[in-house]
């Protein structure tokens, strides 16, 4: 009985990795196949093994799911039911939606004012001042200098842009959009400092400003993000910049995907998957696993399944699971299911990839949303 080797020799290190825990070799009897048979029967078996480490990790949270956050459980649900199309999914979705509702109501009828955001921005800004971590520090040292980023980019435009996604808005929306109009988000997108502190968040932030029909500041912060980020200094980057770095790059597929909603093109984001294929041995060594994931998703964003990143991110990622605890743990070993969501759910939707879906929106799933938490109403046509 031989092995025989599929892209690299990854079979067997799958199977090293994660073949107790499947209980099924993947070993291929050299016989009458072809070459061309035996790949494909490795690749189905691979595929297996894939789905097998997803479903653990699924079991896990899933069991668990209503015992977390509202944030937390509505970003795991959101994202299941995009892929899935289940309606178990329903009560996170709308869990979701009361947390953007909450928020609005509190931002447009409470902090709204120019004094009453000034005064919010800055109560926000003190939970940085005690902290000490890199990226902690960076976050404080910049934004204290424009600290109403932390209202409108990091709570006001995340909230709107939900509301709309489901094909809602608040009933004050038009004070919440002369809110946004009143602010240049060209002062947050063109300096250096702030992409350095905030990449992935901004990247989101200037396509959400896009889907709204606000300002669309999309390239001036590439602009400023290649400029900030030249691929010559990666080396002379700490581990948390070079998480900065790649983080942003994924979000900026993210964004356009507006969420594992669309299926995006590779061409208008040729750097992007460019540095990826020419870096991927980098990535896997410096990255971690919540990065080296969302790597492998903005190729299957792309429609790239077959592009060896997406094998290489998925062998990464399903090493990393702890078969006895069902999950990915941090870094430093803790496995705590409400700071482990992010990269757990990354972790199922890399390895059981299904397809981009449009959903859930008022119009195509009615059922999903025929219960409004207050504030929010269907979008005007």
């Known amino acids: 009985m031989k092995l025989t080797t599929f892209s690299g020799g ?10 107790s825990y499947a209980n099924e070799s993947i070993s291929v009897i050299e ?15 691979l595929n297996r093994h894939y789905k097998e480490g997803a479903d653990l990790i699924k079991n896990t949270y899933e069991s668990q799911l209503y015992t977390l956050p509202a944030f937390k459980e509505g970003h795991y649900g959101l994202r299941m039911y995009r892929q ?3 309606d178990k999914y329903s009560a996170a979705v709308w869990s979701d939606m009361a947390r953007v ?8 009828n409470e902090v709204h004012t120019l004094e009453q955001i000034v005064l919010y921005s800055e109560k926000r800004i003190t939970s940085y001042l005690d902290e000490t971590d890199e990226r902690s520090v960076r976050r404080y040292n910049i934004t204290k200098h424009m600290p109403e980023y932390l209202y409108l980019g990091v709570d006001l435009l995340g909230s709107m842009a939900r509301a709309n996604e489901y094909g809602l808005e608040h009933k004050n929306d038009e004070k919440l959009r002369e809110i946004i109009r009143r602010y240049d988000f060209s ?3 063109s300096n250096q400092d702030m992409v350095k502190a905030w990449a992935a968040q901004l990247a989101n932030q200037v396509y959400w400003l896009r889907q709204l029909g606000e300002q669309d500041v999309v390239d001036e912060f590439v602009k400023t993000f290649k400029d900030a980020y030249p691929d010559e200094t990666d080396k002379k980057l700490s581990q948390q910049q070079y998480g900065n770095k ?13 969420y594992y909603q669309h299926q995006v093109s590779e061409k208008e984001h040729q750097w992007i998957y460019d540095y990826f294929r020419d870096n991927i041995d980098t990535i896997l060594l410096r990255a971690k696993e919540d990065v080296i994931a969302e790597v ?15 094998e290489k991110t998925r062998q990464a990622i399903l090493a990393s699971i702890d078969k006895e605890k069902g999950m990915i743990p941090s870094v430093t070993g803790d496995f705590d299911l409400q700071y482990g969501e992010h990269r757990n759910v990354l972790a199922i939707m890399l390895l059981d990839w299904q397809k981009v879906n449009e959903a859930p929106t008022y119009i195509g799933q009615p059922e999903v949303f025929s219960n409004l938490p207050y504030g929010l109403n269907s979008k005007k046509l």
């Open 10 to 19: 990854i079979a067997l290190a799958v199977f090293l990795a994660f073949g």
């Open 31 to 45: 016989s009458s196949h072809s070459s061309a048979d035996n790949v494909l029967i490795q690749k189905s078996a």
């Open 84 to 86: 899935t199309l289940d």
């Open 101 to 108: 509702a909450n928020k609005l109501n509190r931002l447009s």
């Open 187 to 189: 002062h947050y997108v």
């Open 246 to 258: 790649l983080y942003g790059m994924t979000h900026i597929i993210f964004g356009d995907s507006e």
């Open 296 to 310: 492998g998703l903005t190729f299957l964003l792309a429609g790239l399944e077959d592009d060896p990143v997406v």
